[in-house]
């Protein structure tokens, strides 16, 4: 049916948009203590009812365009950002993305309520077509809420990976001018670019004329992260230090060799220890071993 397109549209549409803004203020105060908007602004309750007043302003200027369902009706550009922060603060507290679409579907109730209360005759034709054209616009707002959720929440995730990425390779100076990078668990492109980022950094604060990368904890390497190994060595190399592989293990030698990856210009060491001993060396650091504790003065 295309009864909804007929000449009374039009006078829904812009009827709605007066009740909004006609009712703004009431619509914010009720709207204010529901949990949407009383679990993010905690600090006042003023500033909950600012946030709602954006809110239906933007409601109203979507339902004046007689576009109650287009989730991408310019009105609600300047509440994305507002919601989005919303969606966040909500997500990070613990919600599911179905509890805020409940949340959401409950400012629906009192916004009928005093649409109803507007009209003489509140189970009039007209009536009955402005709470629908307001559940219809409620149901798109419901929608916008959950692109920022799912929005909000990959941004969440993708920050949260990339600190576990920096938690996973850490730089340490083990030594004045040295700096290691023990890697440990699997070596995927994204962790390759971090350890390279991170040891390249490393380098310029500290100053490092030598760095170790320990593959010890590492079970295997493909071609990809190969190749990102031998670029970090060569960015390490461009920025003045020299790279110091060790712990190759015997699969990711074999490994290396089928894969016809050169590493001829690289130092290679069994472990860190013998790593650090190079580079202490290079340095004109003498390692000596410990005496046996066992053996007496002669």
Request: glycine share 8%.
């Amino acid at each position: 049916m295309q009864v909804a397109e007929d000449h009374t549209a039009p006078e829904v549409a812009q009827d709605l948009g007066a009740f909004l803004e006609r009712r703004r203020e009431q619509l914010a105060q009720r709207w204010a203590d529901a949990a949407l908007f009383r679990t993010v602004f905690t600090v006042s309750r003023d500033e909950a009812v600012e946030a709602c007043k954006a809110v239906v302003d933007a409601l109203a200027e979507v339902a004046r365009t007689g576009r109650p369902d287009d989730v991408a009706a310019p009105g609600f550009r300047a509440v994305r950002d507002q919601l989005g922060r919303m969606a966040a603060s909500r997500t990070r507290a613990g919600s599911t993305p179905a509890r805020i679409a409940d949340e959401v579907a409950g400012l629906r109730e009192p916004a009928a309520a005093l649409l109803r209360a507007d009209f003489e005759d509140p189970a009039g034709e007209h009536a009955h077509a402005c709470v629908l054209a307001l559940t219809v616009l409620l149901g798109t707002l419901r929608l916008v809420v959950m692109e920022t959720t799912v929005g909000a929440g990959e941004e969440l995730i993708a920050r949260q990976r990339q600190q576990l990425l920096e938690v996973a390779t850490p730089v340490i100076e083990v030594w004045e001018g040295i700096v290691a990078v023990p890697l440990i668990g699997t070596l995927d492109s994204a962790r390759s670019q971090v350890v390279m980022e991170s040891l390249l950094e490393a380098i310029v604060d500290r100053r490092a004329r030598y760095a170790i990368l320990d593959i010890t904890g590492v079970p295997t390497v493909d071609t990809l992260v190969a190749h990102h190994l031998m670029k970090t060595v060569a960015a390490a190399r461009l920025m003045g230090a020299e790279c110091i592989v060790s712990g190759i293990r015997p699969a990711i030698a074999q490994t290396i060799v089928h894969l016809g990856i050169d590493l001829g210009s690289v130092v290679t060491r069994a472990g860190l220890a013998d790593a650090l001993a190079y580079a202490l060396t290079q340095q004109g650091i003498v390692v000596s071993p410990r005496p046996d504790a066992g053996a007496g003065p002669r």
